[in-house]
């Protein structure tokens, strides 16, 4: 009998080893579901593409223009190809979009990784605020989804902007991984920690966080556990009924979206003009 306890002991630790062991090699392509390119993507007048070359790999995507509008930058998630949303953004006319695709995904090139990912994405910024001056600074967003939630905390955390719409966001990768796979050492194993929440603290940006009541791959308690860490002014909706995967297909999501920024954008012009109807005043958070 203690012959087939101990046999059976073994093999379970052999497995379980052999799972972690899985787990931590294979851990990129769980993290980074890389996407090809649609094959049916038809621009609308205003919408063009966007190649940049940033550590020798090229970032693809598109900026779709909207005159005298603020600029939002999207952050897609880990099984995304961005131009999948196109066709729900170019309906939009209130601000103008860039979005492009991660190392890896659609024509973009390289492998993506955390450290790689919020290099680009500061990088993206940085040019088209210095050198092609698109846009106003102080007319910029920020909307992060699931996985680029954690890119779009990061570029908050490193630049000025208006405001940043967090989507399905999480506080850290390590926790909801942890949460979703008790038995595993996951906050051992985990390579791209994504941890928005160190960084919370420091970020006095208003924020939307918008979560799926029925999200079972990041629960809306991470968006909670992020809110409250979150030094800026900030906003919660939890859309009754939605799952991960249909959040924006609700139909008060993409209204919420454009009267925030719509919203963050007339507050953000007001205080410009009173700081330059009275140098001395200070910008202070209400």
Do not use: C
């Given at each position: 009998m203690y012959d087939i306890f101990l046999f059976s002991l073994k093999a379970f630790v052999t497995i379980y080893v052999l799972i972690l062991i899985f787990l931590y090699l294979n851990q990129d392509s769980i993290v980074f579901a890389t996407q090809p390119l649609s094959q049916n993507i038809r621009l609308q007048d205003g919408t063009s593409e966007m190649v940049?070359?940033?550590?020798?790999?090229?970032l693809h995507g598109w900026f779709i223009h909207r005159k005298k509008a603020p600029l939002?930058?999207?952050?897609?998630?880990?099984?995304?190809?961005?131009?999948?949303?196109?066709?729900?953004?170019?309906?939009?006319?209130?601000?103008?979009?860039?979005?492009?695709?991660?190392?890896?995904?659609?024509?973009?090139?390289?492998?993506?990784s955390e450290i790689s990912l919020v290099a680009d994405a500061l990088f993206v910024f940085d040019a088209i605020i210095n050198q092609r001056k698109l846009i106003p600074q102080q007319e910029v967003f920020l909307m992060g989804r699931s996985l680029g939630s954690g890119?779009?905390?990061?570029?908050?955390?490193?630049?000025?902007?208006?405001?940043?719409?967090?989507?399905?966001?999480?506080?850290?990768?390590t926790n909801v991984g942890a949460r979703k796979y008790p038995m595993l050492?996951?906050?051992?194993?985990?390579?791209?920690?994504?941890?928005?929440?160190?960084?919370?603290?420091?970020?006095?940006?208003?924020?939307?966080?918008?979560?799926?009541?029925?999200?079972?791959?990041?629960?809306?308690?991470?968006?909670?556990?992020?809110?409250e860490a979150w030094a800026g002014v900030s906003q919660r909706h939890v859309f009754a009924g939605?799952?991960?995967?249909?959040?924006?297909?609700?139909?008060?999501?993409?209204?919420?979206?454009?009267?925030?920024?719509?919203?963050?954008?007339?507050?953000?012009?007001?205080?410009?003009?009173?700081?330059?109807?009275?140098?001395?005043?200070?910008?202070?958070?209400?």
């Open positions: 940049f070359s940033h550590q020798s790999e090229t939002l930058i999207y952050y897609g998630g880990n099984g995304e190809e961005v131009s999948s949303y196109m066709p729900l953004f170019e309906q939009q006319q209130k601000y103008s979009v860039l979005m492009l695709n991660y190392r890896g995904y659609g024509k973009s090139t390289g492998n993506p890119i779009a905390v990061q570029v908050a955390a490193q630049r000025p902007v208006v405001a940043i719409i967090l989507v399905t966001p999480y506080d850290t990768l050492p996951v906050k051992w194993m985990i390579r791209h920690r994504f941890d928005s929440l160190s960084h919370a603290p420091n970020i006095k940006t208003p924020a939307l966080f918008l979560s799926a009541e029925l999200d079972t791959l990041i629960p809306p308690e991470h968006a909670f556990s992020l809110e939605a799952s991960h995967d249909d959040i924006t297909q609700q139909a008060l999501f993409w209204p919420m979206v454009e009267n925030y920024i719509l919203k963050q954008g007339s507050e953000t012009q007001v205080q410009s003009e009173n700081k330059k109807n009275n140098p001395s005043a200070r910008l202070t958070d209400s």
